[in-house]
């Protein structure tokens, strides 16, 4: 039985899902629906709000529901990055980073949580999260455990070759002893030491005094899975705008660690770009489908002419060798159930 052309594009979806720039996107489950949260950078909403936010039923069909965060006074030049939203006692809590520009030249990057009653927000800043020695901390991540405590997993940089790993953004967790607060014990879970991850040779890095690093090497995009006992630490490495970009993992038998680092200089093991059809595919959340029993990653990836990052999605397996992503995806897919 052959279906209607119709009928069968009612069953299937095709990637982007959300063909305009998204990056960084994080989708939060709540009520029967699905929020997509997306970086904004320097840039606003229509309303004049930070972070774009889509709405969804099924993971497929989104539509534009403004702007999630109220710009803080004084904050005007700053670009936001990489917002993620988790539900606490009533309240949202929304992670994520800023900095860049006149407010924060000196320090790069910093990262910032934000609360609101609805998924939806309006929501407003309330406080800084400032890691000590740390110029560039993005990306954060909370993950709460079995036990009901919250962590806050992040990426920062590291500008040492201790132990034989290379400069560059590594992966990083803390306790968070109430929602808007670090315990201030940070335990590295990740740093470079395979060759696919790098982001720039001979890079020159105003924030450290202009020094030059051979070789600058990027993991961000931390985002944790308790699976079978274990906690899965995804990531994307590399450089966004490369063919290398893509994600993968490590793994621990506690939620702080030690992590082992199972990768290789082959590249990225969960997602990665497809020559001459998919480039740049990473910095992705987890959700689940409307019935609950198939795992997607929500993710972006380049368009051809490079000029947006589109949402992306795609099914994850847990296979003998790994989570893998079952794409990234290009063609007519089975739509989530």
Request: aromatic share 14%.
């Amino acid at each position: 039985m052959h279906l209607p052309p119709a009928a069968a594009a009612a069953r299937t979806y095709t990637n982007p899902v959300v063909a305009r720039d998204f990056p960084d996107p994080f989708v939060l489950r709540h009520g029967g629906n699905y929020y997509a949260f997306g970086t904004t950078g320097e840039g606003r909403a229509a309303d004049g709000r930070i972070f774009n936010l889509l709405l969804s039923e099924n993971l497929v069909d989104w539509r534009p529901i403004g702007g999630a965060l109220t710009p803080p006074p004084g904050a005007e030049k700053a670009q936001f990055w990489a917002p993620e939203v988790v539900l606490h006692n009533g309240t949202f809590y929304m992670y994520y980073s800023r900095g860049g520009g006149a407010i924060a030249s000196s320090v790069g990057h910093q990262l910032h949580v934000a609360t609101s009653p609805r998924p939806e927000g309006p929501y407003t800043e309330l406080a800084a999260l400032p890691v000590p020695d740390s110029k560039f901390t993005i990306d954060a991540h909370p993950f709460q455990d079995a036990d009901g405590q919250w962590y806050l997993f992040y990426a920062r940089d590291f500008i040492d070759t201790a132990d034989g790993y290379y400069p560059g953004t590594g992966l990083v967790v803390d306790r968070l002893p109430s929602m808007t607060q670090l315990a201030g014990e940070p335990r590295t879970v990740l740093r470079a030491r395979h060759s696919w991850t790098l982001f720039e040779a001979n890079r020159q890095m105003p924030l450290y005094g202009n020094q030059t690093f051979a070789q600058w090497h990027t993991l961000e995009g931390p985002f944790v899975r308790r699976h079978a006992g274990q906690y899965y630490c995804f990531f994307s490495g590399a450089n966004f705008l490369t063919e290398r970009y893509g994600v993968d993992y490590c793994v621990a038998e506690h939620v702080l660690g030690p992590y082992l680092d199972s990768g290789s200089d082959a590249g990225a093991r969960v997602l990665h770009a497809v020559p001459g059809h998919v480039r740049g595919p990473g910095h992705h959340s987890h959700t689940f489908s409307p019935d609950g029993k198939t795992e997607y990653l929500v993710y972006h990836a380049w368009n051809p002419a490079m000029t947006e990052r589109q949402l992306c999605i795609d099914p994850l397996a847990w296979t003998a060798q790994g989570p893998r992503c079952l794409g990234p995806t290009y063609t007519p897919q089975p739509r989530p159930r």
